[in-house]
């Protein structure tokens, strides 16, 4: 099983980013995929999630309307559109896949099943 990220880096404030998260080794088909970021000293948080197949999806407050996620079956990958980004997104950003549905994969850390390896995003002010 792996989920290999990619995307991320050093963007000035107001910029744009767009992360990537390729799975393969399970069913994808089967997984809600969620973003998570875990910033130096804190907690790992729940950014977006995605359905498996509706289009359901879910955002974190701090994040709507700036963060869209998108996945393309087909690829077997997940996309996080990030936009109009803030320092207080600086953070390592990583993909999840739950089983069950996105309400399940909003409920956070403990739900995921396989965790990729992070990539680093740094927002300068």
């Known amino acids: 099983v792996q989920l290999v990220e990619s995307g991320g880096g050093l963007v000035q404030a107001g910029g744009s980013l767009r992360l990537s998260c390729a799975a393969s080794g399970f069913t994808f088909d089967d997984y809600a995929i969620g973003w998570f970021r875990q910033a130096p000293g804190k907690e790992r948080e729940v950014v977006s999630c995605?359905?498996?197949?509706?289009?359901?999806?879910y955002y974190a407050d701090s994040v709507k309307g700036r963060f869209a996620i998108s996945r393309d079956n087909a690829k077997n990958t997940v996309y996080l559109q990030m936009k109009n980004v803030k320092p207080e997104d600086t953070a390592v950003y990583y993909c999840?896949?739950?089983?069950?549905?996105?309400?399940?994969?909003?409920?956070?850390?403990?739900?995921?099943?396989?965790w990729g390896q992070g990539t680093q995003v740094t927002v300068s002010s």
């Open positions: 995605i359905s498996r197949g509706d289009g359901a999806t």
């Open positions: 999840g896949g739950t089983w069950g549905s996105v309400f399940t994969c909003r409920g956070g850390s403990d739900y995921v099943a396989y």
